[in-house]
């Protein structure tokens, strides 16, 4: 218990909170005043406790002071209502968490009941006596004009708050706004989870990143979540609050103190983190993609883009999202997709939940419109290729509009991600958007014709195409032929004449005569080596640009 906390009513009777308001004066800075130093005031128990916050000033003389206070009140007192049993008195007084107690010498005590002093003492209330007589009402009157100034600039410190956060709300900022204003403006570290535990976003203003997510799910887990309202909790003394729409709970709020010893958070903290709160949900129901998402998106840019302070702050950001990285290995996968519904459905979420309930740690964010980016943890000792297929499986399974994935050469470590990244982005952009049964293509798949079409917009590619084949190309062109076919197919035959008649579909001898006229418009020997590559080339071209480049042959289905 914080001797500088306060205690507050709720449904189940008066309990302990240590959010208090720093303008509310102590037992301490109450005496300091002139008009109870006039009193001479003398501090007989309870001195270690003089930090406590007094909410207002009571003038008590009667016996049962529980039935007239609520909780840090300061009261004053002759000693007119004394009962015989002070120790009971005292007890009343500690039970409904009085800030303290003060009496006046002179009137009916000359000294200090010493069974007061003793029970003051044992429940560490301070009890303050007065050598020299003053007026109640002067106390009264100043100690209330503080508190009273005090409340009004908590008032004006809440309307602020509240401004700052609905501005955010009606232009729609997101959440990783919310929380960064709200750190900022409370100036503590802030983590917004969802229901599992995992740190979706974390604003660790005053402190490191690791040190903040460090252990984060078993830390949380052994933080309560209160029933109602905003509360601290748990053994590190989190300031914790709901975020929910109607009942049902979508997440949480977290605020944390500066040290792991600070136990009291001000009245203006609760503030920030309800307003908080209270923006995230709106947040949550106006935008399409969930907490989860933009915080798997964000942990997803900033292991590719290696935008990160250091890689012990990553790496406490993965693995309080769920993504262990200590001992383990990474690729990366990217699912290139017909259609744009990863990003306008529940889809993605879906997919990270089959993969979590599989048994992979993944990453998952869109990369462009039509391409899902995943990022996957594994053992050493595992086999890369069959999480591969298994990553591969439950995506095609829930994006039926997959076209194909492809998979970066696994790294191990963290920071190496990147390379795999820039891989399984190079195969994707060499694979036609076509529909293909196989799985997963990895960079030993990429040959020539995967190749030319990645480069398909380089101009010198395609001068080198149009000046080689110009007469071929000129000549279907104005008499209706498809000899261009004719040559692409010879040259996927190896030049076999015979194989090339067969799938094609013609006779030995009509396919020979169109060879000879694509020979005769070409001006060169098709069987010469270095004309042949040429061709070869400039056949893959003209192909990617017509989409037809590629053979169904490369493309015939294999599960790997």
């Known amino acids: 218990m914080s001797s500088s906390g306060h205690w507050t009513a709720h449904s189940g009777g008066v309990h302990h909170s240590s959010v208090v308001d720093e303008r509310m004066p102590t037992v301490a ?59 009971t008195w005292a007890a009343e007084l500690a039970d409904v968490h009085a800030a303290g107690v003060v009496l006046e010498l002179g009137r009916h005590y000359r000294e200090a009941p010493e069974d007061l002093v003793q029970a003051c003492r044992r429940r560490a209330l301070p009890f303050v006596v007065l050598r020299r007589g003053v007026k109640f009402v002067d106390v009264t009157q100043e100690v209330h004009s503080i508190i009273i100034g005090g409340q009004l600039n908590t008032l004006r410190e809440a309307l602020r708050i509240h401004d700052t956060f609905t501005s955010l709300t009606v232009r729609g900022a997101e959440a990783h706004e919310v929380v960064s204003t709200a750190a900022g403006v409370a100036k503590r570290a802030m983590v917004l989870e969802n229901l599992s535990h995992q740190a ?40 914790v609050t709901s975020v929910e729409f109607r009942g049902e709970r979508l997440g949480r709020l977290v605020m944390l103190p500066h040290t792991t010893d600070e136990l009291a958070f001000r009245t203006q903290h609760t503030v920030v983190l309800e307003r908080a709160a209270l923006a995230l949900t709106t947040t949550r129901l106006a935008q399409k993609s ?10 997803f840019d900033s292991v590719i883009r290696q935008q990160y302070r250091s890689i012990a702050d990553i790496t406490a950001q993965l693995t309080a999202l769920g993504v262990p990285v200590l001992g383990r290995c990474f690729f990366v996968m990217i699912a290139s997709l017909r259609s744009k519904d990863h990003a306008t459905t529940a889809s993605a979420d879906k997919l990270a939940r089959d993969l979590a309930d599989a048994g ?20 050493p000792e595992h086999d890369w290729r069959q999480i591969a297929q298994r990553v591969a499986t439950t995506t095609r399974h829930q994006f039926p ?42 960079a030993s798949d990429i040959g020539l014709p995967e190749l030319l079409y990645s480069m ?22 104005q008499h209706g032929t498809d000899l261009f076919d004719t040559l692409r197919i010879y040259l996927e035959a190896a030049g076999n004449k015979s194989a090339a008649a067969g799938r094609a579909n013609l006779s030995r001898q009509a396919f020979y005569r169109r060879l000879g006229l ?43």
């Open 401 to 442: 509009s997959t076209t194909s994935i492809s998979a970066g050469t696994p790294v191990s470590t963290l920071s190496e991600a990147r390379r795999s990244y820039v891989e399984a982005s190079q195969i994707a952009q060499a694979l036609p958007p076509r529909f293909t049964d196989r799985l997963f293509f990895e």
């Open 29 to 87: 800075e109450v005496l300091e005043l002139p008009v109870l130093a006039r009193g001479l005031p003398q501090v007989v128990a309870g001195r270690s406790s003089l930090d406590r916050r007094i909410r207002w000033v009571h003038v008590l003389e009667w016996a049962s002071p529980a039935t007239a206070l609520r909780g840090s009140e300061l009261v004053l007192t002759t000693g007119l209502g004394f009962p015989v049993d002070l120790n």
């Open 360 to 379: 992979v740690a993944t990453l998952l964010s869109p990369v462009t419109d039509r391409r899902l980016g995943l990022l996957v943890s594994f053992r």
């Open 456 to 477: 398909r917009d380089d101009l010198r590619l395609q001068t080198f195409a149009e000046r080689r084949l110009a007469t071929l190309l000129d000549y279907d062109s």
């Open 518 to 560: 694509v020979q005769e418009l070409l001006g060169f020997e098709l069987e010469d080596g270095a004309h042949r590559a040429d061709l070869h080339l400039a056949v893959g071209v003209i192909g990617v640009q017509r989409n037809r480049g590629l053979s169904p042959e490369r493309r015939t289905a294999t599960q790997l």
């Open 290 to 299: 969930t907490w989860e998402r933009q915080a798997h998106g964000g942990a």
């Open 200 to 239: 979706l976003i974390c604003e660790p203003i005053g402190q490191d990143l690791e040190h903040v997510l460090n252990r984060w799910e078993a830390r949380s887990r052994a933080t309560p979540t209160p029933s109602e309202g905003t509360t601290n909790s748990g053994p590190e003394n989190w300031l």
